[in-house]
């Protein structure tokens, strides 16, 4: 049989790519329901898991918060939410700023990335390039803004963007997130993921609003972060990390906001709000951002274990609400696959959400 030096040169960057990968940890302390105890696997059973589409929680480098012990039920930290809207005005003004311009100019360039799996040089590179984006915005703005790489043991790094709070409540932290990986269901450290849905579209609506809030001079009483996590699409990774040292920290956590693919709809246009894993405090309080300051109804759907971010920071005993492109998990079959493009979004669905970001960063950011 005759084999050609390309596709030997495929064959040798296909092993160079999985010894790699392999290199890593051999074995993962993973929990793929909350009722189920954890138990040991090996990569390729981690594999079989993703083919399959059953979602899990790798809890190997953060077994504290899976103690019985450990699980504060959302008391880690309570804090009074605003059951009541105060930042009209400037709300307003701020998402009449918010266009779709940035999502383009980010999202091409950071889909051309092969795939942005956590655990290899794609994954640490893309995270750098979008730290570049995120400290760009910073100098233009020269606000009193800190950008961080937050450091796992894997080649990605999460990215911390913190507005310092100016009031007497500055000790309390208001975070807005979305995950920055992408990963192929079937070779997940080698296979083309552009990830524009999962999760390049949540990745760009904080980023605008972000952009935007900077703009407008944005100065909170209470702190204001913003995350892009590593690793969620190997089991909650990167949230995990930071949630647990945030809790061992002893940090004020108001609450999460987490934005996880809001690019893709089909049937009515909603927000999506998680049910499960979430607050009925922070559900009942972004249902009513979403319906005074997006286009928007809301419709809550429950998204199953190891669904997203939001989950993280539930377990670490602090509030958290999850906004998804639609009330239907399972409406974007391209993700995790090399048709999850930039074509298939649409981007004045993802403005409402931009909205959405915006809102609830002066809403909970401003309250006393």
Known sequence: MRISFVALGLFAGSVLAERQHLLYESQRLIKVSEGAKPRWVSIDDILVLRRTGVKFVDITDVQELYEPKSDFSGASYISKLPDSLAHGSEVKKA????????YGDVLTPFTAFHNRYYDSENGRKSSEWLQGQVSALVEASKANVTVRAFPHRFPQSSIIARVEGTGANADETVVLSAHQDSVNQWIPWFGRANGADDDGSGTVTILEAFRVLLKRGFAPSRSVEFHWYAGEEGGLLGSQDIALSYQKAKRKVVAN?????TGFWRG????????????????????????TYTKFKTQEFACGYGCSDHASWNKAGYRSAMAFESAELEANTNVHSPRDTVETLDFDHMLEFSKLAVAFAYEVGYAK
Do not use: C, N, P, W
């Open 95 to 102: 998402t009449a700023d918010l266009t779709t311009q940035l």
């Open 257 to 261: 906001l987490h934005f996880d693919m």
């Open 268 to 291: 009515s246009e909603v927000i999506g709000l998680v049910s499960d894993r979430t607050d009925a405090e922070t559900r009942k309080l972004t249902k009513l951002l979403a319906e």
